[in-house]
């Protein structure tokens, strides 16, 4: 099986982590740029990219459960960033949905690579 969905969700909890330590900085040094939202979501973004990690690595051994919920994560949460991004009464700051477009891209990659055949068929 390919290392490409590992590494990609290696991209995507560093760039969670850095979402997290920047809502931080801000937070410290421009109160009025972070909301109580911003936390929320960049904490539960770290959390689940923590647990895409750990799917990851069962993907590689051909879980089939893992390959699913990989597939709903990065269906979903491309979805779901998209909708953060481009809804003009989003709650969310414009630094924060930019940062959340990037991660929305490492999604999308991650659903092709997920889908290829190559993939699939190493999945039991």
């Known amino acids: 099986m390919t290392s490409t969905p590992l590494r990609l969700l290696q991209l995507f909890t560093a760039l969670s982590a850095a979402l997290l330590a920047a809502t931080a900085i801000l937070s410290a040094t ?3 740029a972070v909301n109580g939202v911003v936390w929320i979501r960049a904490a ?3 959390l689940l990219s923590l647990l895409a990690l750990r799917w990851a690595s069962q993907l590689r051994t051909g879980h ?12 979903a949460g491309s979805l779901g960033i998209a909708a953060l991004a481009l809804l003009p009464d989003s709650p969310f700051p414009l630094w924060f949905r930019i940062e ?25």
């Open 30 to 32: 421009d109160p009025a």
């Open 44 to 46: 539960g973004i770290l």
């Open 64 to 75: 089939r459960g893992a390959y699913r919920r990989l597939l709903w994560v990065s269906i």
């Open 100 to 124: 959340q477009s990037i991660q929305g891209l490492v999604l999308l990659t991650l659903a092709a690579t997920l889908l290829r055949p190559s993939v699939r068929a190493a999945v039991r």
